[in-house]
């Protein structure tokens, strides 16, 4: 383990996981915080999970099946060396997914969140808002979000696979991204790994990571570059 004072994280450095598992994931830092530096998983876990048992989002993730998950099971299989240098969000637990408007800027279909939340500055770019399933396939998966759905008994927000919003039925299973916080002050296991997500950034660009998406899809090869290229463009003229 390398020791470092997290206050030389940056929005935008990744570190990489081990979990207790054997799994190694890698987390991003998404925004600073007075009291730590929140990160978000890349890629979501290779489980996949139900927000609820039944078809329902009465009382919303604070009352979820996942949530107890989250804090329970899931965070076990984070090493010891990383929990121990987490600080608790508000309602006190270490892990929670990312809520509708962190990830897309709105509320599109989630309950509405304050003026106070805003968009992670990584997730202005599309690329980021998706994220692998976790498995040696690596398919681009769908994946949870916090708010449940307005107007809608059964259903929660979601992140769709090509980095847009969408929403689930609280019974059906998806991917999961954890998000935790990192307090100030304290060390961390490895480097700030900043440059790995440019070349995965450039690696995707590339082709490198665009099977699944072309099989989908049925874009050949220069079809499916040619519109991340322009979705990119498009992302960057909406953000001047």
């Known amino acids: 383990m390398v020791t470092v004072d997290t206050d030389a994280f940056k929005v935008g450095d990744i570190i990489e996981v081990k979990l207790t598992d054997g799994v190694k994931v890698e987390a991003m830092a998404v925004k600073q915080e007075k009291d730590g530096m929140i990160f978000c998983l890349v890629n979501c ?11 329902t989002n009465e ?50 279909f989630g309950e ?10 990584p997730m ?25 759905a307005r107007e809608s008994i059964p259903d929660f927000s979601r992140a769709c696979y090509d980095g847009y919003s969408d929403v689930g039925g609280a019974h059906n299973s998806f991917g999961v991204r954890p998000v935790f916080k990192i307090k100030n002050g304290e060390t ?37 570059l040619e519109k991340l290229y322009h979705y990119e463009q498009e992302e960057e003229e909406k953000a001047k």
Request: net charge positive; proline share 5%; charged share 35%.
């Open 45 to 55: 876990l290779p489980n996949t999970y139900r927000m609820n048992d039944t078809r």
């Open 59 to 108: 009382g919303g993730y604070e009352k979820s099946d996942l949530r107890k998950k989250l804090n329970g099971e899931i965070l076990n299989i984070f090493p010891a060396e990383l929990t121990d240098m987490m600080t608790p969000f508000n309602n006190g637990d270490l892990l929670r997914l990312p809520t509708e408007k962190e990830i897309f800027d709105k509320n599109r």
């Open 112 to 121: 509405c969140e304050g003026l106070d939340v805003k968009q992670w500055e």
């Open 124 to 148: 202005k770019k599309r690329r980021n808002r998706m994220a692998f399933d976790g498995t040696k396939d690596d398919n681009l998966q769908w994946y949870w979000l916090m708010n449940k």
């Open 188 to 224: 961390k296991p490895g480097k700030p790994k900043q440059e790995r997500m440019v070349t995965r950034t450039v690696s995707y660009a590339k082709g490198e990571e665009v099977v699944y998406y072309n099989i989908l899809y049925g874009f050949g090869r220069q079809d499916v």
